[in-house]
């Protein structure tokens, strides 16, 4: 097969007065995804993509407006990563970066590639990452949690819940439908914890919608 070598390229950069740096990257077929960099004292994350647009309909997300336009290979994947931390002078100091797969995408449905790029990242050949600092954020498929807890190498795993009821989960991420909070919640119960490891729920808290003393 043929083979692209290089980096994404920058078509335009935003940075917000907190020091957060918002990166619109384009791809080889003039594509774009987005890259963030955040930076914290001690550390530094850098949210990356997994695919261009994405297939998942959650409500208080603007990706959801795409729809999928396709996966992202393992390179561009690791090229956002090389991007961002190459423009900030961040690859000598990879003891304090973060990565997270929570930009564009849901990354459980680019699974393979989404490994593949794990195992990059954190080859010591490659960008030496420790599996500890990558974390991938999904809305809940659960056959494919299934199958990332069998992957030797994997990042750890974030759960984007967002809701307190099975509803009102489906009413926000329709996904429920298919993947049912229950049945979710069981599935994290029986996953395959490594010793250093723990589960993150992730809620997004929206006005008047998810946020009662109830919820």
């Known amino acids: 097969g ?25 791809l080889e077929d003039h594509r774009t995804i987005e890259a963030v960099l955040m930076p914290e004292p001690g550390r530094d994350t850098i949210c990356i993509s997994t695919q261009v647009g994405c297939p998942v309909d959650c409500k208080f997300c603007m990706t959801a407006l795409m729809g999928l336009e396709r996966n992202l290979t393992a390179g561009e994947i690791v090229g956002q990563v090389l991007f961002v931390a190459r423009e900030n002078g961040l690859l000598e100091q990879s003891a304090r970066l973060n990565i997270v797969m929570m930009g564009m995408g849901e990354p459980l449905l680019n699974l393979p590639n989404v490994i593949k790029a794990t195992r990059l990242l954190t080859d010591a050949q490659g960008v030496g990452l420790s599996p500890r600092r990558i974390t991938l954020s999904t809305s809940g498929i659960i056959p494919k949690i299934v199958e990332l807890g069998c992957e030797p190498v994997r990042p750890k795993l974030a759960i984007s819940l967002n809701a307190s009821t099975e509803e009102q989960r489906q009413e926000l991420m329709p996904i429920t439908r298919k993947y049912h909070l229950a049945d979710l919640i069981a599935t994290c119960k029986q996953y395959p914890l490594r010793p250093w490891e723990k589960l993150t729920f992730e809620y997004a808290l929206l006005k008047g919608v998810n946020d009662s003393d109830a919820d």
């Not at 083979?3 to 918002?22: I, W």
């Open 2 to 26: 043929s083979h692209t070598v290089g980096l994404p390229r920058l078509a335009r950069r935003y940075e917000s007065s907190d020091g957060t740096k918002r990166y619109l990257l384009e």
